[in-house]
C-alpha cells in the first residue's frame, strides 16, 4: 500500500463515537485504505477502485444484512 501517512482517515458517522470502527482514507489514483481505528499505526488494507465500488455496492443493497 502507498504511503497514508498523513492521510484523511475518517469513520462513518454512524460510528457514534464507538471504539469498534474501521476507518477509511481516499489514497490517491482511487485507491482505499482500510484499517482499525483503535490501532491507527497497525496494518492498513488498500482496494483499488473497482474493488471498493463493488463492496460499497454491496454494503447498500443489503448483502451484508445480518
Known amino acids: 500500500m502507498r504511503d497514508s501517512t498523513g492521510a484523511p482517515w475518517f469513520k462513518s458517522s454512524r460510528s457514534q463515537g464507538q471504539r469498534d470502527?474501521?476507518?477509511?482514507?481516499?489514497?490517491?489514483?482511487?485507491?482505499?485504505?482500510?484499517?482499525?481505528?483503535?490501532?491507527?499505526?497497525?496494518p492498513a488494507l488498500a482496494f483499488g477502485p473497482?474493488?471498493?465500488d463493488g463492496f460499497v455496492a454491496a454494503l447498500t443493497s443489503g448483502r451484508f444484512q445480518r
Open 21 to 42: 470502527c474501521v476507518e477509511v482514507a481516499f489514497l490517491g489514483s482511487g485507491t482505499v485504505g482500510v484499517r482499525d481505528s483503535k490501532d491507527p499505526t497497525g
Open 50 to 52: 473497482a474493488e471498493w
